[in-house]
Each structure stands twice: as structure tokens, then as C-alpha cells.
């Protein structure tokens, strides 16, 4: 998993797996989820990220060796 803050157009983008996306879905105006063709989740994208998330707050748990 990849999780990336792009501060210029604040936008978090979390890469769950890599895969060709099949479809991605408006969930609202400034969130899309992206599917491969199986419909997993492969991508989130959150705009106006630092207004509705806690990108200044990352914190990871539960990381796998």
C-alpha cells in the first residue's frame, strides 16, 4: 500500500494494490474509488484532502513484516 499527499492540489491518494483499474466510481464530488475488473479496490483519491481528512496526522499501524 501506497499513501501519497500531493500539497499543490492537496490531494491524498492511496494505492492499495497494483493492478489495471476496470472502472472508477464517483463516490462524491472530491472522493473516487478505482476497481480492477474483479471490483476490489485498487485506488482512493480524496480532494480537498487537508479539509477532509488528517493528512497532517498519518499515522501507520499494524504494518506486516
Known sequence: ???SYFED???????VRGSD???SKDLDENTILDTDANGNV??????????RTSVSCLIAEGIAA
Not at 492540489?9 to 494505492?15: N, Q
Request: avoid cysteine; hydrophobic fraction near 40%; proline fraction near 0%.
Open 21 to 23: 483499474i476496470a472502472e
Open 42 to 51: 485498487r485506488t482512493i483519491t480524496f480532494g480537498h484532502a487537508s479539509q
Open 9 to 15: 492540489t492537496d490531494t491524498l491518494y492511496i494505492k
Open 1 to 3: 500500500m501506497k499513501v
